[in-house]
């Protein structure tokens, strides 16, 4: 219903997993590399546990998609499979038929026929949903269906993906082997209130928005609250938040319309590890007091607006003299009084407050030279290279990265985030909508570079020299000191390298 108001492609905020919509904050875009990586190279059985409507579904599916085509996925979702039954699932998979209905015959033809696989150059992971629900002893067929092996590699990777009770069953004495057997787990745990944030901008974007924030920081919050950080919950709250702010007929989501939508849910409470009844008895309490005070402040405060906050607009620029100083040339550092501040019409500038009086502005410290330029045909070139095809933000990056590289002096340096040859733009718009939530969307560039296959080269940054980049790398977002390098790059290697 509010999709035309909110200028929206499709509904953002649907519960059921589209891999358009997968975000990979809060540890989960490190997860679902990890699980290729094990998938890869051998590793067994892998865990993902986490909590109901964390996400575990949505992972799975993205990582269907970003498996390599050699490897062949068989997907369980129907964890009541029987011992034997599992056997046929995996067989009906593969296109292979048993000879014999015997379990012990069917393990020796599915492992002759799994080496077979192997040695076209084929791999068979079997990704296993809702896997805290299986029966103990289709578990204990799991775990001999591990031990399919050829003389040095497995022959059957298994991803199990289920709720904190896969891990309470796995503890018990009777699954201890199969738990030895697991070489890697990884947990999905909920949102911050920040990642909520910068979750609900992302899911905005992909739906096609491209306004401001929609969600103000006092509706985060109560989302947040109120979700737990579980993204399943995170959606049903947002999506009523939509709803309630398009009934009232205003642009911006804010607590009273969080609210309506927290009302208007029936979430079960999360599961709290209360040890001691006195904690349980003195948590009540505590929550007693806390409605007491909210419901003193809610008597005494005005009722919130439906308006967002916005910051108080910055005064305008005092009129310009009538013999304005000239302009620097293009390559000129800029000057700070020249620095657009928040709030100035488009296109003023501050000017000094006495004029030089020479016309002629003096030369620039350390001017560009012309053989570090790029000619307007190489330009053009790079531009040809790679289309965003209706990546809006794709776009504009593209843009700001041909601009600075034809005006970046060549001892100039800049930070290389990573190289890759996924090219999609969907995804390349993904990373860049993450970097618009974190508000370091104009300090990225993406060069694409030629030769065989398209690449692109993920920049971050226009930094004077190699100790500038250097520094301005301990102050890059904690995703990125986590998940990139971060290596200086010279301008005239970017150059050299086009």
């Given at each position: 219903?509010?999709?035309?108001?909110?200028?929206?492609d499709e509904p953002p905020f649907?519960?059921?997993?589209?891999?358009?919509?997968?975000?990979?904050?809060?540890?989960?875009?490190?997860?679902?590399?990890?699980?290729?990586?094990?998938?890869?190279?051998?590793?067994?059985?892998?865990?993902?546990?986490?909590?109901?409507?964390?996400?575990?579904?949505?992972?799975?599916?993205?990582?269907?998609?970003?498996?390599?085509?050699?490897?062949?996925?068989?997907?369980?979702?129907?964890?009541?499979?029987?011992?034997?039954?599992?056997?046929?699932?995996?067989?009906?998979?593969?296109?292979?038929?048993?000879?014999?209905?015997?379990?012990?015959?069917?393990?020796?033809?599915?492992?002759?026929?799994?080496?077979?696989?192997?040695?076209?150059?084929?791999?068979?992971?079997?990704?296993?949903?809702?896997?805290?629900?299986?029966?103990?002893?289709?578990?204990?067929?799991?775990?001999?269906?591990?031990?399919?092996?050829?003389?040095?590699?497995?022959?059957?990777?298994?991803?199990?993906?289920?709720?904190?009770?896969?891990?309470?069953?796995?503890?018990?004495?009777?699954?201890?082997?199969?738990?030895?057997?697991?070489?890697?787990?990884?947990?999905?745990?909920?949102?911050?209130?920040?990642?909520?944030?910068?979750?609900?901008?992302?899911?905005?974007?992909?739906?096609?928005?491209?306004?401001?924030?929609?969600?103000?920081?006092?509706?985060?919050?109560?989302?947040?609250?109120?979700?737990?950080?579980?993204?399943?919950?995170?959606n049903i709250l947002a999506d009523?938040?939509?709803?309630?702010?398009?009934?009232?007929?205003?642009?911006?989501?804010?607590?009273?319309?969080?609210?309506?939508?927290?009302?208007?849910?029936?979430?079960?409470?999360?599961?709290?590890?209360?040890?001691?009844?006195?904690?349980?008895?003195?948590?009540?309490?505590?929550?007693?007091?806390?409605?007491?005070?909210?419901?003193?402040?809610?008597?005494?405060?005005?009722?919130?607006?439906?308006?967002?906050?916005?910051?108080?607009?910055?005064?305008?620029?005092?009129?310009?003299?009538?013999?304005?100083?000239?302009?620097?040339?293009?390559?000129?550092?800029?000057?700070?009084?020249?620095?657009?501040?928040?709030?100035?019409?488009?296109?003023?500038?501050?000017?000094?407050?006495?004029?030089?009086?020479?016309?002629?502005?003096?030369?620039?410290?350390?001017?560009?030279?012309?053989?570090?330029?790029?000619?307007?045909?190489?330009?053009?070139?790079?531009?040809?290279?790679?289309?965003?095809?209706?990546?809006?933000?794709?776009?504009?990056?593209?843009?700001?990265?041909?601009?600075?590289?034809?005006?970046?002096?060549?001892?100039?340096?800049?930070?290389?985030?990573?190289?890759?040859?996924?090219?999609?733009?969907?995804?390349?718009?993904?990373?860049?909508?993450?970097?618009?939530?974190?508000?370091?969307?104009?300090?990225?560039?993406?060069?694409?570079?030629?030769?065989?296959?398209?690449?692109?080269?993920?920049?971050?940054?226009?930094?004077?020299?190699?100790?500038?980049?250097?520094?301005?790398?301990?102050?890059?977002?904690?995703?990125?000191?986590?998940?990139?390098?971060?290596?200086?790059?010279?301008?005239?290697?970017?150059?050299?390298?086009?």
């Amino acid at each position: 219903m509010y999709l035309e108001h909110f200028g929206l492609d499709e509904p953002p905020f649907r519960i059921t997993p589209h891999t358009d919509f997968f975000f990979d904050g809060a540890d989960r875009g490190a997860t679902l590399e990890a699980l290729v990586y094990s998938i890869l190279h051998d590793e067994g059985i892998v865990k993902v546990s986490g909590e109901v409507g964390s996400g575990k579904t949505m992972l799975c599916r993205v990582l269907m998609e970003r498996l390599p085509e050699n490897v062949d996925t068989i997907y369980l979702s129907t964890p009541s499979l029987g011992r034997d039954e599992i056997l046929y699932a995996i067989a009906d998979e593969l296109r292979f038929r048993f000879s014999q209905g015997r379990v012990s015959v069917a393990l020796r033809e599915l492992q002759e026929h799994l080496i077979g696989l192997y040695a076209a150059g084929r791999r068979v992971v079997i990704l296993i949903d809702e896997a805290h629900a299986m029966p103990e002893e289709t578990l204990e067929q799991v775990r001999l269906l591990s031990n399919l092996e050829s003389s040095r590699h497995k022959l059957l990777q298994i991803v199990l993906f289920g709720q904190p009770e896969l891990d309470e069953a796995l503890s018990r004495p009777s699954l201890r082997q199969l738990k030895d057997r697991i070489t890697q787990s990884f947990r999905m745990r909920p949102l911050t209130d920040d990642e909520v944030a910068r979750y609900l901008a992302f899911r905005m974007r992909a739906a096609g928005y491209r306004g401001p924030d929609v969600f103000t920081r006092q509706a985060v919050s109560l989302i947040a609250r109120a979700s737990g950080g579980l993204t399943r919950r995170i959606n049903i709250l947002a999506d009523k938040s939509l709803l309630s702010a398009f009934t009232l007929d205003t642009h911006a989501v804010t607590q009273r319309h969080a609210r309506a939508a927290i009302a208007d849910s029936d979430f079960a409470p999360l599961k709290r590890p209360w040890r001691r009844p006195a904690a349980y008895a003195a948590a009540i309490l505590m929550a007693g007091i806390a409605l007491g005070v909210t419901a003193h402040w809610l008597i005494s405060s005005s009722p919130p607006t439906a308006a967002p906050s916005r910051q108080a607009p910055v005064p305008a620029a005092p009129p310009v003299p009538a013999k304005p100083a000239p302009r620097p040339e293009p390559d000129a550092a800029p000057r700070p009084e020249a620095t657009q501040k928040p709030g100035l019409a488009p296109g003023a500038e501050r000017v000094p407050a006495t004029p030089p009086a020479v016309a002629p502005p003096p030369p620039p410290a350390s001017p560009v030279p012309d053989a570090a330029r790029l000619s307007q045909a190489q330009l053009q070139r790079i531009q040809a290279r790679y289309a965003a095809r209706g990546q809006p933000m794709l776009d504009e990056r593209l843009a700001a990265t041909r601009a600075l590289l034809a005006r970046a002096p060549d001892d100039g340096y800049t930070l290389e985030m990573y190289v890759t040859e996924n090219t999609d733009q969907a995804r390349v718009e993904r990373f860049l909508v993450r970097a618009h939530g974190m508000a370091v969307l104009s300090q990225v560039y993406v060069v694409p570079l030629g030769g065989a296959a398209t690449r692109l080269w993920v920049l971050f940054g226009d930094f004077a020299d190699r100790q500038e980049a250097l520094a301005a790398r301990k102050g890059l977002p904690a995703e990125y000191q986590r998940e990139f390098k971060s290596v200086p790059r010279s301008f005239a290697e970017i150059r050299h390298a086009l």
